[in-house]
């Protein structure tokens, strides 16, 4: 029986960019680093105020990635979306839809990242 969700993972063709993503525009930590038995380089990242990591992994040998549109995203919660999307504008990553209020009242917006994977941002409603 599943007791939990521990990480979900993405195998990404740059790890140095997607990892300086990772930290710099969506404020993520990165938690550890190491090379998997197989060769392939693995980084996890932790959002404050939750338990799941991220992994990201660099694996060559596979081939590359090829992200194909709408294929899957992450959603976080954000204390301020307009807040947001004006430091990572400033970095090179402006939002790629929205934002648009929800029928809750919440605020949400997207932004891609380098490799094409897809982030949802959800301010909820105060």
Do not use: W
Request: proline content about 6%; charged content about 25%; glycine content about 8%.
């Amino acid at each position: 029986m599943i007791t939990r969700l521990l990480h979900t993972r993405y195998r990404v063709n740059d790890l140095e960019k997607t990892a300086t993503f990772y930290r710099e525009i969506l404020g993520l930590k990165e938690i550890s680093r190491h090379t998997s038995p197989r060769g392939s380089t693995l980084a996890f990242f932790k959002a404050p105020g939750s338990e799941e990591t991220i992994e990201l992994c660099h694996y060559p040998a596979s081939g590359p990635v090829v992200v194909q549109p709408d294929l899957t995203h992450i959603a976080f919660e954000v204390e301020d979306l307009e807040g947001f999307a004006k430091a990572a504008a400033a970095k090179g990553y402006p939002l790629s839809d929205g934002p648009t209020v929800t029928s809750s009242g919440s605020k949400i917006a997207f932004i891609d990242g380098p490799e094409g994977y897809e982030f949802e941002l959800i301010e909820k409603k105060k």
